[in-house]
């Protein structure tokens, strides 16, 4: 027995408990502890039945990932789960909290499973970049079929335990008491092994199997590892149990120690790193209940959106009333559309707008407990709301900046108590997108960064955190990823093939199409209030200005990087941009040259690993993986390759140097080498 695994005796039924908090993760020592408790259970006649429980708030939530990184120590989990079946008497699973991966496939190799009403059982895997290992390909579609273990395995699938007792994956549910009910439950099994491997194997036709799967492809992202669970589930049909169950074991290794699940683990840890400060501090943070959102626009009422789906009491302010009327329309479509496609029930929608009110009255920010301002994107009206704030606002309310660029340390400084400032830095749409910077001003006070991590987190968002400082995180790495796209440009590619280059890596959008979606003009203000501070020495690409100039400010106009006739989803390639940029790299004597889809792509990550570094030096950024965290969540950076932090450190500091010596040649004057070795700092969480 281990430290991790308790037995005792309720007469003749061995209760098996894991202790592992705080998610009883299947951990080596867990392992070896159950396999050590089926032997003892085995071997003693005394007993005639068994029950595998958790201890604490879950069964057995997940594996330990931090052992996938490794050789896995023996015992396996395909070893103690055939111990189970082995076993001639009957060994139950009693499941509460979690029941995920590898704790889920241990409850399918048991003789039944009940489970107290509010668990959730489920196969995560995929989202890991590897396929379930201990045999969950294997023995729940003898359950519930090849049709619905696609959908469920594929798109790692959390199921409610009613669901779950419908489809026949738990036998028996109950609402309290749960050992003692696995104890009656397990007396009344005794002597009737029931084994899913004995189940004989289901069969799916050809056209079903196809359209799953093509679904499952489509949510996968076409991952090779969503292909494999496929393959496996559908080996069901043709092979043995032991021969499936065996390919899946080989298929999970290989995939295991892969690039992609590496990349992926990666990104697991470094975002739930970011919540692990939270309730560490001395400093007691605020408790937020009501919210007060200052601006109706697309932001304001995307947030109150995000707010408001996450319990929040939500006030909406506008100084403009049709502004106002525009987004309290935006939010009651936005719900009804969730009533009218059975997503939410009309009941609740009601309970949900009772928590919402909207007002151009200064005075009803009065009760919030943290406002949120989302006006233009100008110091002067961010000064004279923050004025107004002040003057209504609680004094102990939290107030948070959504500006994109501004200074937020500026806007505090004219309020009468800094230390209560911050920035809440949301993407659009609020309501989708997972990403928020907190900012950090020079005077906001622990506690106030502490409550904004609390808030973050019951939105369901990633939080990233960052110093006050030009474009945050992300936007000052987008914006040297976008300028090297334009070097590009100007080098010889056309931005279509940029755009499809980077859509192959797997970029949610390439930059230009991203250009023409949001506007060209906005950027293009922006460079040009920032004209005259601007090195005459530096590169500058003025093919933006010239497509500006032509009032070509994107989708908006009908045109852009792209042409977009009536009616077109997508942009179509247009013969007059190419002619702008034609002309831009003959004005500067520039020969054109091909690129090819792997130069581009290695063009951008560099660049983006470069104004990493300099982020890190800045100490702009604390930890680096938030870098990461903020490129896959706010800026469609594939998952699945983990982030440029993640690729340089594969990469390795010889190479990285190298190839950004080139860059640095590509880019030209303006271009600045990093100190590169902040990539590579680390703090204690990998
Ligand atoms: P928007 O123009 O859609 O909305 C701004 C709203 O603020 C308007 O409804 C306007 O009536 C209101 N407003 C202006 N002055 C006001 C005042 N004095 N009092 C009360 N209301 C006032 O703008 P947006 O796109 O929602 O952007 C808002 C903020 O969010 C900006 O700081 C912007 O930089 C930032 N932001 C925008 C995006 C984006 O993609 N749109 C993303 C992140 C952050």
Not at 149 to 164: D, N, P, T
Not at 227 to 253: C, P, W, Y
Not at 428 to 444: N, T, Y
């Amino acid at each position: 027995m281990t430290s991790k695994i308790q037995i005792h005796h309720e007469a003749d039924v061995m209760v098996i408990t894991v202790n592992n908090p705080p998610i009883n993760a299947g951990s080596t020592e867990v392992r070896k502890g159950l396999l050590d408790a089926i032997h003892l259970f085995q071997d003693d006649a005394n007993l005639a039945a068994a029950i595998i429980i958790g201890g604490g708030s879950t069964f057995i939530a997940g594996s330990d990932i931090k052992e996938f990184s490794q050789p896995l120590a023996e015992p396996h989990l395909p070893s103690v789960i055939a111990a189970i079946e082995d076993c001639p008497k009957v060994v139950i699973c009693a499941l509460h909290g979690a029941a995920l991966g590898g704790g889920f496939e241990l409850a399918l190799g048991c003789d039944a499973r009940i489970a107290l009403e509010g668990t959730v059982v489920g196969l995560p895997e995929v989202t890991l970049g590897i396929i379930p290992g201990a045999g969950g390909t294997q023995r729940l579609p003898r359950l519930i079929g090849i049709e619905k273990s696609i959908e469920f395995i594929c798109g790692g699938v959390r199921i409610k335990a009613v669901e779950a007792l419908k489809l026949g994956i738990i036998d028996k549910l109950v609402t309290e008491d749960l050992l003692a009910n696995a104890v009656i439950y397990a007396r009344s099994l005794i002597g009737k092994k029931s084994r899913i491997r004995d189940i004989a194997a289901p069969h799916a036709e050809a056209d079903v199997i196809l359209a799953a799967s093509q679904k499952a492809l489509k949510v996968g992202k076409q991952r090779p590892n969503v292909h494999q669970a496929i393959k496996m589930i559908t080996n069901v049909m043709t092979m043995s149990i032991d021969q499936g169950l065996a390919t899946e074991r080989e298929v999970f290794q290989t995939l295991r120690v892969g690039t992609e699940a590496k990349a992926l683990r990666h990104q697991f840890f470094a975002e739930r790193k970011l919540f692990k400060a939270l309730g560490n501090k001395e400093s007691k943070p605020k408790d937020l209940k009501r919210i007060a959102i200052i601006g109706a626009g697309t932001m304001g009422s995307g947030i109150a959106i995000a707010c408001l789906s996450a319990g929040y009491s939500v006030l909406m302010l506008d100084q403009n009333e049709t502004a106002l009327q525009n987004g309290v329309k935006k939010i009651s479509d936005f719900y009804d559309a969730r009533v009218a496609g059975g997503k939410m029930a009309a009941d609740n929608l009601t309970t949900l707008l009772n928590r919402f009110t909207s007002s151009s009255e200064w005075s009803d920010i009065a009760s919030a407990d943290l406002v949120i301002e989302a006006v233009f994107e100008d110091m002067q009206v961010k000064h004279a709301v923050f004025e107004q704030i002040d003057t209504h606002a609680n004094p102990q309310a939290l107030l948070a900046s959504n500006t994109s660029y501004l200074d937020i340390d500026a806007i505090a400084a004219k309020t009468k108590n800094p230390s209560r400032v911050f920035g809440l830095h949301f993407f659009s749409p609020a309501q989708v997108m997972k990403l928020i910077e907190i900012v950090r001003c020079k005077a906001s006070d622990p506690s106030v960064i502490e409550a904004a991590l609390q808030f973050t987190k019951r939105l369901g968002k990633t939080p990233v955190i960052s110093a006050n400082a030009f474009g945050f995180i992300g936007n000052r790495i987008y914006n040297a990823y976008r300028r090297q796209c334009e070097f590009m440009l100007e080098e010889g590619a056309y931005p279509e093939q940029i755009d499809q280059a980077l859509e192959g890596y797997g970029f949610a959008m390439g930059p230009f199409a991203v250009a023409d979606m949001s506007g060209l003009d906005i950027a293009w203000a922006m460079r040009k209030s920032l004209a005259a501070t601007r090195n005459p020495d530096h590169r500058y690409v003025s093919i933006p200005d010239a497509l500006c100039l032509a009032g070509r400010f994107g989708r908006k106009t009908g045109s852009g990087y792209y042409l977009y006739p009536q009616g077109a989803k997508s942009g179509v390639v247009d013969p007059v941009v190419k002619g702008v940029i034609d002309e831009a790299s003959a004005a500067k004597g520039i020969t054109r040259r091909s690129f090819t889809a792997q130069e581009i792509v290695q063009r951008v990550l560099l660049a983006m690993m470069n104004e990493i570094a300099h982020l890190v030096s800045e100490k702009v950024v604390g930890d680096v993986t938030d870098c990461d965290v903020a490129l896959v969540n706010g800026y469609g950076f594939p998952r699945w390759c983990g982030g440029p932090v993640f690729i340089a450190r594969e990469m390795g500091m010889e190479k990285l140097r190298s190839e950004m010596d080139a860059l640095a040649k590509w880019s030209g004057p303006g271009f600045v080498k990093a100190e590169l070795s902040g990539l590579f700092e680390t703090h204690g969480s990998e």
